[in-house]
């Protein structure tokens, strides 16, 4: 009850007498918030592990219903007790604050591991990207993250080969034609130094030299034709091997998108049952809560029968006390207070009887206190 005197009725305008009902309708709440609160120290200071975080999500759940039940409490309270309306809002604002706040801890617990793994998946990607972009000009039809590693590599390596072959291609073109520009030149270079030689040595056979110029012209075209060809060929070969490794390259990366696909479609269904199962086991714990609150309701009007009957009771005995004239007022609240104090209670077997029990317990003694306390202002 230390934590009750946390919020001073006064403040709203209600005396103790006030007080005490609401606080009795907010007990059962905060003593099960406190007791979850020992398990919730002991989480947070623990290494996250598995268990942890499966310890985490069930202290959360109970959590969730501490505070559900807590706003069923105030909107009863509130709609019951219009006075005490701000009362009310202060009692679900001081419990749900401290609820939220380990709800938020223990939610950061329970995600511990999904953000490392996202963290992990991000960095590959980029990673994966980053190297991806050295052999392909469009990265974005790759999902790089979702592939294995022996997929990923297969895809490099066949990007590779086919952009060495087309560089090889490309360089083979450049070679060819600068070798035809030096023969070329070659030849004409020879040609007019023949010629130059000729005409200055023999005028006569002119015609001769120039005829064999000819032929050799011819020869060398010939033989111009012959390279151009291989190379032509070379060049078609070098483009079929490009298309086949462009080809494959296809194939694979279909065969991983239909991969992932599956994949995503398995994890689709394991969701889609794990939300299922979480819905039922929701509608359990409503169905329980539920009747955990009329069998509480059952024991309340039982209580209420009881403390009618011992009030009934007490009353007469103040009507025999009145009897004892002699007696000062203060002597007879002193008897009075000792009889409620020396009221016998039952032996209960179950847990939440015990509980209730324990705050008629609590009632008492702030009953009897009270009684003591008024007295000796007399």
């Known amino acids: 009850m230390q934590n009750l005197k946390l919020i001073n009725a006064k403040e709203f305008g209600l005396d103790e007498?006030?007080?005490?009902?609401?606080?009795?309708?907010?007990?059962?709440?905060?003593?099960?918030?406190?007791?979850?609160?020992?398990?919730y120290s002991e989480i947070?200071?623990?290494?996250?592990?598995?268990?942890?975080?499966?310890?985490?999500?069930?202290?959360?759940?109970?959590?969730?219903?501490?505070?559900?039940?807590?706003?069923?409490i105030h909107k009863a309270q509130k709609a019951f007790y219009l006075a005490g309306g701000k009362f009310v809002d202060a009692w679900k604002n001081k419990n749900n604050t401290i609820v939220e706040q380990m709800e938020s801890k223990l939610l950061e617990i329970e995600n511990y591991f999904a953000n490392i793994?996202?963290?992990k998946l991000e960095k590959l990607k980029a990673e994966r990207i980053k190297l991806l972009a050295t052999v392909c000009d469009d990265t974005s039809m790759y999902v790089v993250e979702a592939m294995s590693e022996i997929a990923f590599n297969t895809l490099?390596?066949?990007?590779?080969?086919?952009?060495?072959?087309?560089?090889?291609?490309?360089?083979?073109?450049?070679?060819?034609?600068?070798?035809?520009?030096?023969?070329?030149?070659?030849?004409?270079?020879?040609?007019?130094?023949?010629?130059?030689?000729?005409?200055?040595r023999i005028r006569i056979e002119n015609e001769r030299l120039q005829a064999e110029a000819n032929a050799k012209e011819l020869e060398a075209k010939k033989e111009r034709e012959k390279i151009e060809k291989e190379r032509e060929a070379e060049r078609k070969k070098q483009a079929e091997i490009l298309e086949k490794q462009k080809q494959e390259a296809e194939r694979l990366r279909i065969i991983e998108a239909e991969k992932q696909a599956k994949i995503q479609a398995e994890l689709n269904a394991k969701m889609e049952a794990e939300r299922i199962e979480r819905e039922k086991i929701e509608k359990e714990l409503k169905a329980k809560a539920e009747a955990e609150q009329l069998e509480r309701r059952k024991i309340e009007i039982e209580l209420n029968k009881r403390k009618q009957?011992?009030?009934?009771?007490?009353?007469?005995?103040?009507?025999?006390?009145?009897?004892?004239?002699?007696a000062p007022d203060k002597n007879k609240l002193i008897e009075l207070s000792k009889s409620f104090n020396s009221i016998q209670f039952p032996v209960l077997s179950n847990n939440e009887s015990e509980q209730i029990l324990n705050n008629i317990k609590l009632l008492q003694s702030k009953l009897v206190n009270?009684?003591?306390?008024?007295?000796n202002k007399l």
């Open 17 to 39: 007498n006030q007080a005490v009902i609401v606080e009795q309708e907010f007990l059962p709440v905060v003593t099960e918030r406190e007791a979850l609160s020992s398990i």
């Open 44 to 72: 947070i200071t623990k290494e996250i592990t598995i268990d942890t975080v499966k310890e985490a999500h069930s202290l959360r759940l109970k959590l969730v219903k501490v505070r559900t039940n807590t706003d069923k």
């Open 117 to 119: 793994e996202r963290e």
């Open 156 to 200: 490099i390596n066949g990007l590779k080969l086919a952009k060495e072959a087309e560089l090889k291609a490309i360089e083979d073109a450049r070679i060819l034609a600068e070798e035809l520009r030096i023969e070329k030149e070659r030849i004409e270079a020879e040609r007019k130094e023949k010629e130059r030689i000729e005409n200055e």
């Open 309 to 326: 009957a011992e009030l009934t009771e007490a009353i007469e005995k103040e009507k025999q006390a009145k009897k004892a004239a002699l």
């Open 370 to 375: 009270y009684i003591i306390e008024q007295a």
